[in-house]
């Protein structure tokens, strides 16, 4: 009989919010499927005393931020070496575990389709209310509707081991914004199924990306380099074009529109790493999933 998948979990922190990482922690502990490794990343930042976790516990402090990709590759990096983890599961360290079937339901998801490359979870606030961008569809109001997507969410998800040996881990250089979408791309290229569970709840205070200091101007030349990387030529000028239209109707803010227009243009003149387009039968995949790659 096939042995079920083992887990590792991964948690990038910067030590600015030791209280909900305790709880987050917590949570992990109380799974009824106990995770088999467990690393936690000091992003730039010393670790605080942890509690008492089940598996194998691995911790790392950097001695600079790397950014969220960067950190979470150190730490899948580690996972890689250990060679005993099938599937990994990334968590912000604000997140909550609410249910104690996370990993359980985890582990039987990928038990059952070899080709489940990401499962993203359903991202909530303290009201159980999911925001419309952590929806990962065009047009959609539903956060309960699963099934199969186009991306996944950040903040809560689960990659094969296997996935990532084939199609490489984060896009490290990116530092914050539009990773996942680059890794999701990479995965829908390689066959690799997403798969959207809103029964994986990850409870998540409420909050706008614009927190981020960095966010408009990352935002920018990361779009950019995305398209750069991932995308036929003829795509790259309608994918922009795209988002700098909708860009200028949605932002109200005259010094975020000065940070995006210089993050745009860093993206067009710097590096955006090696490039690696999708197939045309990708872009059609994407496209037949409700998401073609210029929106």
Do not use: K
């Not at 580690?78 to 060679?83: D, Q, V």
């Amino acid at each position: 009989m096939p042995q079920p998948p083992r887990l590792g979990v991964v948690v990038i922190t910067m030590g600015d919010r030791p209280r909900e990482l305790d709880a987050l922690l917590a949570s992990v502990a109380a799974q009824d499927v106990p995770a088999d490794r467990v690393v936690l990343v000091g992003n730039g930042s010393v670790l605080p005393a942890l509690p008492a976790l089940p598996g194998e516990v691995t911790t790392v402090e950097l001695d600079e931020n790397l950014g969220c990709p960067g950190g979470r590759n150190v730490a899948i990096e580690r996972l890689m070496a250990f060679g005993d983890v099938d599937v990994v599961i990334e968590l912000d360290d604000d997140g909550l575990l609410v249910e104690r079937d996370v990993f359980r339901r985890i582990r039987d998801l990928y038990a059952a389709d070899p080709r489940l490359g990401i499962v993203g979870f359903r991202i909530a606030d303290e009201t159980g209310e999911t925001q419309r961008r952590h929806i990962p569809r065009l047009r959609a109001t539903d956060p309960m509707r699963g099934g199969p997507v186009t991306a996944f969410l950040g903040g809560g998800h689960a990659f094969s081991m296997t996935m990532l040996t084939r199609t490489g881990i984060w896009p490290a250089q990116f530092f914050f914004g539009h990773e996942e979408t680059d890794l999701a791309w990479r995965a829908v290229d390689d066959g690799w199924q997403i798969l959207y569970e809103p029964a994986l709840l990850l409870q998540h205070p409420r909050t706008s990306p614009a927190r981020h200091a960095v966010y408009y101007r990352n935002t920018a030349r990361n779009r950019v380099w995305l398209a750069r990387r991932r995308l036929p030529l003829p795509l790259i000028p309608v994918h922009l074009g795209v988002w700098t239209l909708l860009t200028l109707l949605r932002t109200r803010s005259l010094p975020g529109l000065r940070a995006w227009a210089g993050g745009f243009a860093e993206g067009v003149r710097t590096p955006c790493g090696e490039r690696g387009p999708m197939r045309w039968r990708t872009v059609w995949r994407l496209t037949r999933l409700g998401r073609p790659p210029v929106i």
